[in-house]
């Protein structure tokens, strides 16, 4: 129930839940298997799995030799069902960098057994840190994410009171955009393989690399859109449109949004797509403050400049979905 509360604050949801003690009886059935295939050996009374010829030196122990089960054998286990059930090409597990031992001898263990026709990938990643004493909680030393959640909506409720155009009601669904957003991306924005130091003033900034500042880059290309009245160019965009180094720098970034995605994907690095929306929200505040778009020449490059603004909006609500962060449509 605790988790629940905490991912349902994260807008996080799963297809199918099994925790570790569904595999428990599984546990017996791997064991067995293990044995039947000549993979696991009996060690001073324990049962192993040898792993030096797939590089490592440490075996995999499936049974202790007081006869229990460990948490590797129950990884075994799950994975085995995940196969059997889902039969995926791929299984893919994000855990901290410190269980890189573990879900080496897993695989190799699982290779071993025969289950060879599936990709198995660790995605690993650093610590999070907060600073000392930069923030109370009310549970003591330790920090749970919860309280990390409701200080960021918090913070960002004061963020978004300077708003006399919102409600009450709008404020609190903002904040919790603005406060939840600003925590993904705080960790999504930096190499998953590095350690974080938690910075609150950093993670809710306007002005630099952070959730709150792409939000607000979306909002104001929306808030442009709202207050145009051009249509959207028949005859594509108009050549006059690419001509100021503004525009055309803007064009040239939101071209490349494919290829920071493709490669996002296939190197399990999220960062990536971050990078390019703080570049895109970059390049478009320099139009937003360079190019006129409700005040320009005439009717078709206004259309062009307003589409323009909408491929900016649209691409920055894509890639802020994309890492599980929400857009307000007003802040």
């Not at 995999?60 to 590797?72: E, N």
């Not at 006399?164 to 609190?172: G, R």
């Not at 952070?210 to 207050?227: D, E, F, H, W």
Request: charged share 25%.
């Amino acid at each position: 129930a605790e988790f629940n509360k905490t991912y349902d604050l994260l807008g996080v949801t799963f297809d199918s839940w099994r925790g570790e003690s569904a595999y428990l009886e599984l546990s017996a059935e791997v064991i067995d298997e293990a044995v039947s295939k000549g993979v696991a050996v009996e060690d001073q009374g324990a049962l192993i799995v040898p792993l030096d010829d797939a590089g490592i030196e440490t075996p995999l122990i499936l049974r202790s030799s007081d006869g229990r089960t460990l948490y590797h054998t129950r990884d075994v286990a799950a994975a085995i069902y995940r196969i059997k059930t889902y039969h995926p090409s791929r299984l893919i597990y994000v855990v901290g960098a410190d269980q890189r031992l573990h879900f080496r001898q897993l695989f190799a263990t699982l290779r071993k057994l025969g289950y060879t026709g599936v990709d198995y990938v660790h995605v690993d990643f650093g610590l999070m840190t907060l600073p000392e004493g930069r923030m109370s909680t009310r549970r003591g030393r330790v920090v749970f994410l919860e309280d990390v959640i409701q200080e960021a909506i918090s913070r960002a409720r004061a963020l978004v009171e300077k708003n006399p155009d919102l409600s009450d009601t709008e404020k609190d669904e903002v904040a919790r955009i603005v406060g939840v957003g600003a925590i993904k991306y705080a960790d999504l924005s930096q190499s998953r393989g590095k350690n974080i130091v938690f910075d609150w003033d950093r993670m809710l900034s306007l002005d630099g690399d952070s959730a709150p500042y792409l939000q607000y880059t979306y909002v104001r290309a929306r808030g442009i859109m709202r207050r145009g009245t051009a249509p959207y160019p028949a005859g594509g965009i108009d050549r006059r449109a690419m001509e100021r180094s503004e525009e055309w720098a803007l064009i040239k970034h939101l071209a490349r949004f494919p290829v920071a995605v493709r490669e996002a994907a296939r190197s399990y690095h999220p960062h990536l797509v971050a990078n390019y929306l703080f570049g895109l929200a970059q390049a478009f505040h320099v139009f937003y403050h360079n190019v006129p778009v409700q005040q320009a020449e005439d009717e078709s490059l206004r259309a062009s400049r307003m589409a323009i603004v909408q491929a900016c909006a649209q691409v920055m609500q894509t890639g802020l979905g994309l890492l599980g962060i929400r857009v307000p449509e007003r802040m």
